[in-house]
């Protein structure tokens, strides 16, 4: 399985919890000890385990584009044999 991590862009946040809810992985939560600069509260990942997949249906559903995927697709054997 591919994993992730994603960034999101606390200071444009507002707070929609848009991300938190289409996230399959329920590694997204609104952050309950800070506001942003604009007075919301930010999403942020809350990933301990590294369940993250980077599937980005965060990224889709942010309407301010404030999510940043990156995803690390494991290698195959056979793959890494023929690039030798």
């Given at each position: 399985m591919?994993?992730?991590r994603i960034e999101i862009?606390?200071?444009h946040c507002k707070g929609c919890s848009l991300c938190v809810i289409a996230c399959p992985q329920n590694?997204?939560?609104?952050?309950?000890?800070?506001?942003?600069a604009k007075g919301?509260?930010?999403?942020m990942l809350v990933d301990p385990e590294g369940n993250c997949t980077g599937c980005?249906?965060?990224a889709v559903a942010?309407?301010?584009?404030c999510i940043t995927v990156?995803?690390?697709?494991?290698?195959?054997?056979?793959s890494a044999a023929a690039a030798l």
């Open positions: 591919a994993k992730g862009n606390e200071d590694v997204i939560e609104l952050a309950t000890d800070r506001v942003n919301y509260y930010p999403a980005a249906i965060c942010c309407p301010d584009v990156y995803r690390q697709v494991p290698v195959k054997a056979s």
